[in-house]
Each structure stands twice: as structure tokens, then as C-alpha cells.
């Protein structure tokens, strides 16, 4: 049985669309518990009204107090055991739509991975995406190529700088649910933490076919802003950014994006230390002590350890700006 879990806020403009699109899948054994954080609108309205309408098909949870951020409310309801007795569970955002295939695909390559690795372990397989505007409009086939992402990169080194897993995107077999047992103190985002989780205890599989639309619009948490290499340079240095945003404001976003990054990383060796091989210990601890060395230091440790980023020039600019 497929489990998913739907965090909602404030979502009464587009989450009816989604949940039906969940209810529409091909596969037919799972069911959809929607977690709300707190909505000031019509949301949970139009949720009971879908759980009338499709009886022992959705469950409702209201968080309070709310948990106050996407990552800390999904990570709550693995904490929690809110996937119930799903062997499988899938991350939905309140304002995708899925293709009706994308249940049936995901769990056929999960399953293919449990033939090879047995279901003991810890698995994640995600898919690329649609982006698509507020109205469903194509803006691009791949959000992968959209975002200039590299799927491909999905050793732990390389997760702790740059995620390349998307949480509407993901599966989770229950052997890696269950490996989260507490919400961490420190996380950049709940796909990024469970990226980690599973290149160190187990294994990554991605889809390279679109199986849901992403809707980029105003109040995405994490939008899909496209990339650009000269503009990424360029951005840096505070020339030709959208936001107007300075060097020193740039600077100061970096400095907060990378301490975040190391945080995150402490959190990480703090929580599962006991369940760590010697090597990746030494891995995480070489990250974490880049702050603490020279620009020299910091950028043999980022080159020496592979904390780099799938492009040249986002490495460059790792090594330059990282304080």
C-alpha cells in the first residue's frame, strides 16, 4: 500500500486540483493523509468535503500549534509515524498535479530496487517534472534541465552542498521512513534531509520522465526559477539580479544559505553518528570544519572532498564566496 502525504496552507486555490488528481491514479491501493499547518482560508473546507465525497479514502491532521515551515511539518509526520501501515510513501505539495501514471511508474521502479537490494533497505526513487505556470501552461518539459540539476549526483558529499531531490518528485520505502525518527533541529528542506538520509544508508533511483505538472507561481515555497550560467556569474557580483539585490546583500544571502548548509550537516552527524561507517564520519566532519579554515584551507578541503557543485563555474564561486 501506497501512502501519501499531503502538507497543506493556505492552499484552497489549487489543492481540490491536486487531490483529485491523486484520487485519479492508475494504482488504486494507497490513500492520502492530508497534514494541515494552520490555513487561515477555505482549505480544510474543501479537504472534508473530498473525504465525504471518497469515504476511507483520505484522513485529515491538523497541526497545533502549527509547525511553521514545509520542512519541519513533513518531517513531523515521518516523525510521527503518520504513514500508517503504507509500505510505501509518496510526498505530495499542495498545488502540483499529477499525471495519472505517476504512482504506477514510481512504485514499479521501487519495487525493482527492493528485487536488488531487498526491502531492508532504505530506499528513495524520484521523477522529473512539468513546470507549468499558475494555469497549467507549459513552461518547460524537465524540471531538471529547467534547473541546470544533475540527478546523477547523489553521493553524500555532494548532497550535503547541492540537493538534487525534489520532495513532490519522491517515494520512500518504509525501511528509510523509518529512519526518521525525530524532526532535526537544523534542515535546509525535508527533500534535502531525506536525500541524505538515503545516500548514507541506502540508495537513490531517479526517473528521467516528467510525471507531474510543477506549478510555478507567487507563493511557491521553493520556486522553479530558471537557471542561467552568465547570470548565475554575473548575479554574484550584484549585476543584472531581478530582486535589484546588492553584493553585500548577495553576500550575506550566501553566508546564511551556506551556514545553513553546515548546520544542517552537524544536525545530520549528531542524530545519526551511532549508524555512520568510520569513513563517512570523517567525510562530515571534514565539511563541517570547512568555516573554520583559511580560503586557502577551505578550498582544498571543498576540492579535496568532492563538496562541490555540478558545474565549474557554481564551484568558483563556492570557493570565492564561502565564508
Same mark, same amino acid.
Request: glycine residues 8%.
Given at each position: 500500500?501506497?501512502?501519501?502525504?499531503?502538507?497543506?496552507?493556505?492552499?484552497?486555490?489549487?489543492?481540490?486540483?491536486?487531490?483529485?488528481?491523486?484520487?485519479?491514479?492508475?494504482?488504486?491501493?494507497?490513500?492520502?493523509?492530508?497534514?494541515?499547518?494552520?490555513?487561515?482560508?477555505?482549505?480544510?473546507?474543501?479537504?472534508?468535503?473530498?473525504?465525504?465525497?471518497?469515504?476511507?479514502?483520505?484522513?485529515?491532521?491538523?497541526?497545533?500549534?502549527?509547525?511553521?515551515?514545509?520542512?519541519?511539518?513533513?518531517?513531523?509526520?515521518?516523525?510521527?509515524?503518520?504513514?500508517?501501515?503504507?509500505?510505501?510513501?509518496?510526498?505530495?505539495?499542495?498545488?502540483?498535479?499529477?499525471?495519472?501514471?505517476?504512482?504506477?511508474?514510481?512504485?514499479?521502479?521501487?519495487?525493482?530496487?527492493?528485487?536488488?537490494?531487498?526491502?531492508?533497505?532504505?530506499?528513495?526513487?524520484?521523477?522529473?517534472?512539468?513546470?507549468?505556470?499558475?494555469?497549467?501552461?507549459?513552461?518547460?518539459?524537465?524540471?531538471?534541465?529547467?534547473?541546470?540539476?544533475?540527478?546523477?549526483?547523489?553521493?553524500?558529499?555532494?548532497?550535503?552542498?547541492?540537493?538534487?531531490?525534489?520532495?513532490?518528485?519522491?517515494?520512500?520505502?518504509?525501511?528509510?521512513?523509518?529512519?526518521?525518527? /525525530?524532526?532535526? %533541529? $537544523?534542515?535546509?528542506?525535508?527533500?534535502?534531509? &531525506?536525500?541524505?538520509? !538515503?545516500?548514507? +544508508?541506502? @540508495?537513490?533511483?531517479?526517473?528521467?520522465?516528467?510525471?507531474?505538472?510543477?506549478?510555478?507561481?507567487?507563493?511557491?515555497?521553493?520556486?522553479?526559477?530558471?537557471?542561467?550560467?552568465?547570470?548565475?556569474?554575473?548575479?554574484?557580483?550584484?549585476?543584472?539580479?531581478?530582486?535589484?539585490?546588492?553584493?553585500? /546583500?548577495?553576500? %550575506? $544571502?550566501?553566508?546564511?544559505?551556506?551556514?545553513? &548548509?553546515?548546520?544542517? !550537516?552537524?544536525? +545530520?552527524? @549528531?542524530?545519526?553518528?551511532?549508524?555512520?561507517?568510520?569513513?563517512?564520519?570523517?567525510?562530515?566532519?571534514?565539511?563541517?570544519?570547512?568555516?573554520?579554515?583559511?580560503?586557502?584551507?577551505?578550498?582544498?578541503?571543498?576540492?579535496?572532498?568532492?563538496?562541490?557543485?555540478?558545474?565549474?563555474?557554481?564551484?568558483?564561486?563556492?570557493?570565492?564566496?564561502?565564508?
Amino acid at each position: 500500500m501506497v501512502t501519501v502525504l499531503l502538507c497543506t496552507y493556505n492552499g484552497e486555490k489549487y489543492v481540490r486540483e491536486q487531490i483529485r488528481s491523486i484520487l485519479d491514479q492508475s494504482y488504486r491501493d494507497f490513500s492520502i493523509v492530508v497534514s494541515d499547518d494552520g490555513s487561515k482560508d477555505e482549505t480544510l473546507n474543501i479537504v472534508r468535503e473530498l473525504m465525504e465525497a471518497h469515504p476511507g479514502k483520505i484522513s485529515l491532521i491538523e497541526q497545533v500549534p502549527p509547525t511553521g515551515s514545509a520542512e519541519r511539518h513533513f518531517l513531523r509526520l515521518f516523525a510521527d509515524r503518520q504513514y500508517g501501515d503504507g509500505d510505501y510513501i509518496m510526498l505530495s505539495d499542495q498545488d502540483d498535479v499529477w499525471n495519472p501514471d505517476k504512482m504506477e511508474k514510481t512504485l514499479r521502479e521501487m519495487q525493482a530496487l527492493e528485487v536488488i537490494f531487498g526491502k531492508e533497505k532504505p530506499l528513495l526513487v524520484h521523477c522529473d517534472s512539468e513546470v507549468v505556470d499558475q494555469e497549467l501552461r507549459a513552461i518547460s518539459p524537465s524540471y531538471v534541465e529547467y534547473q541546470k540539476m544533475t540527478p546523477e549526483r547523489k553521493a553524500l558529499n555532494q548532497l550535503l552542498v547541492q540537493n538534487n531531490v525534489v520532495g513532490g518528485a519522491m517515494m520512500v520505502n518504509r525501511a528509510l521512513a523509518e529512519l526518521i525518527k /525525530e524532526v532535526p %533541529e $537544523h534542515c535546509v528542506m525535508h527533500d534535502q534531509w &531525506l536525500a541524505l538520509v !538515503a545516500a548514507a +544508508f541506502g @540508495e537513490i533511483r531517479f526517473i528521467s520522465e516528467s510525471l507531474y505538472k510543477y506549478r510555478q507561481h507567487g507563493n511557491n515555497v521553493l520556486g522553479a526559477e530558471k537557471g542561467s550560467r552568465i547570470m548565475e556569474v554575473l548575479g554574484r557580483f550584484g549585476i543584472g539580479r531581478k530582486d535589484g539585490k546588492s553584493r553585500a /546583500e548577495m553576500d %550575506e $544571502h550566501s553566508h546564511k544559505v551556506y551556514t545553513e &548548509l553546515f548546520r544542517q !550537516a552537524e544536525c +545530520f552527524r @549528531e542524530m545519526y553518528g551511532d549508524r555512520l561507517g568510520d569513513k563517512q564520519k570523517r567525510m562530515l566532519d571534514s565539511f563541517i570544519s570547512i568555516p573554520e579554515k583559511n580560503r586557502v584551507g577551505k578550498i582544498i578541503t571543498i576540492l579535496s572532498g568532492g563538496f562541490t557543485y555540478n558545474m565549474l563555474h557554481r564551484t568558483v564561486g563556492e570557493c570565492l564566496f564561502i565564508s
